[in-house]
């Protein structure tokens, strides 16, 4: 049975610093291109880091330059450090191969408020 775990999320304030990590169950995270997606309630997910399985990253402009993803594969584990914080970064977040599976986990939740 395949499943990603997802844990790390916590309430935060706005320039504040979070590691959300995301551990494969039933699937190696290192034969995909893993990536990170947030959803708030009503709104779409959206993918908003991925890395390739050579390495490669890509980020969505809204988390460019504050946002970094990796992977430890001898862990199983994908990584999402979250630095300076900002209160529309508040989600829900999730990982799965960056072409998504049905696989959804629970998700952790981060909330970014003073």
């Known amino acids: 049975q395949v499943q990603y775990v997802e844990s790390g999320g916590g309430l935060v304030q706005p320039g504040g610093s979070l590691r959300l990590s995301c551990v494969g169950s039933g699937s190696r995270v290192s034969i995909y291109g893993m990536g990170w997606y947030r959803q708030n309630p009503g709104k779409q997910r959206e993918l908003v880091a991925r890395?390739?399985?050579?390495?490669?990253?890509n980020y969505a402009d809204s988390v460019k330059g504050r946002f970094t993803i990796s992977r430890d594969n001898a862990k199983n584990t994908v990584y999402l450090q979250m630095n300076n914080l900002k209160p529309e970064d508040t989600a829900v977040y999730y990982c799965?191969?960056?072409?998504?599976?049905?696989?959804w986990g629970q998700g952790t939740q981060v909330i970014v408020s003073s």
């Open positions: 890395i390739s399985i050579s390495g490669a990253t």
């Open positions: 799965n191969p960056d072409v998504p599976t049905k696989y």
